[in-house]
């Protein structure tokens, strides 16, 4: 793309890429995590991992790392939860960068999901705030691995279900203007997050496999309560309700 095509206000060739790594407890899984981004194809690339109240020293397995790619580390001392911990890296990293990508630290990118994702934002900058793409859901206790094909965007289906995967790329615009997660909500933050900015940004999907999400038996559909899930999907209703009729929730 040509240098004159803008970003968050700026003209640049090449977006500045941030990768939010949430950790709580998968310091053992952690490297590969961060591996899975040393080996993209793509130049501006920096890591934020935060280390968010651990029992297990996940900063620890920072130190033999060395990719020339630089990590930002933040530690919380005691756990705040995906939400916040999200929310504090793109505080952390926010004059730095043009495009977030989201990786938990139990998950994978594969080759080129940086690249495709920030080719596909590219075509049209000043009205994406998410790239997203398919996946592996692979199970590290049985060893089976399933496919995950996601459907292009359709706003009506993402309004029923989470059609957008949990590693998208998000545009600095897109939060901005339509905010970060919510920090009261320990499952479906992701889809929440994803209503509002689609109200007001277009959403595209890239259909290929580009990472792999790992059934670990430590997932959130796994240790939190259904009646949180409950809650949680109830509270979205409300507020797309909410919003469709143009008041506050």
């Known amino acids: 793309m040509p240098a004159t095509d803008s970003v968050a206000g700026r003209s640049i060739a090449t977006p500045r890429v941030t990768v939010i790594i949430p950790c709580h407890n998968h310091a053992d899984m952690l490297p590969n995590a961060l591996r899975s981004v040393f080996i993209q194809d793509y130049s ?8 968010d109240g651990s029992s297990d020293n996940p900063q620890s397995v920072l130190k033999g790392l060395d990719s020339g790619i630089e990590i930002t580390l933040i530690r919380n001392e005691s756990p705040t939860g995906p939400s916040a911990a999200r929310n504090i ?5 926010w004059n730095d960068t043009d495009l977030f990508m989201m990786l938990d630290a139990d998950d ?7 690249r495709k994702s920030v080719e ?11 790239i997203y793409t398919d996946a592996v859901i692979k199970n590290i206790n049985t060893g089976t691995e399933v496919h995950e094909f996601r ?6 289906e993402l309004e029923k279900e989470c059609i957008i995967s949990n590693t998208p790329m998000v545009s600095k615009m897109a939060f901005d203007r339509c905010g970060g997660y919510d920090v ?13 900015i689609t109200e007001n940004f277009m959403a595209i999907h890239i259909p290929e496999t580009l990472h792999v999400y790992h059934v670990t038996g ?12 409950q809650e949680n999907w109830a509270k979205i209703s409300q507020r797309l309700a909410a919003r469709k009729h143009g008041s506050s929730y």
């Open 218 to 229: 430590k997932n959130s559909s796994d240790v939190v309560p259904q009646e949180v899930w």
């Open 184 to 196: 009261d909500m320990r499952t479906c933050e992701d889809w929440d997050l994803w209503l509002r």
């Open 151 to 156: 459907t292009h965007f359709d706003r009506e």
């Open 120 to 130: 596909k934002f590219l075509e049209y900058p000043e009205y994406t705030g998410i």
């Open 108 to 114: 994978l990118y594969l080759q080129g999901k940086i």
């Open 44 to 51: 501006s690339v920096k890591i934020c991992v935060v280390d």
């Open 89 to 93: 890296a793109i505080d952390k990293m």
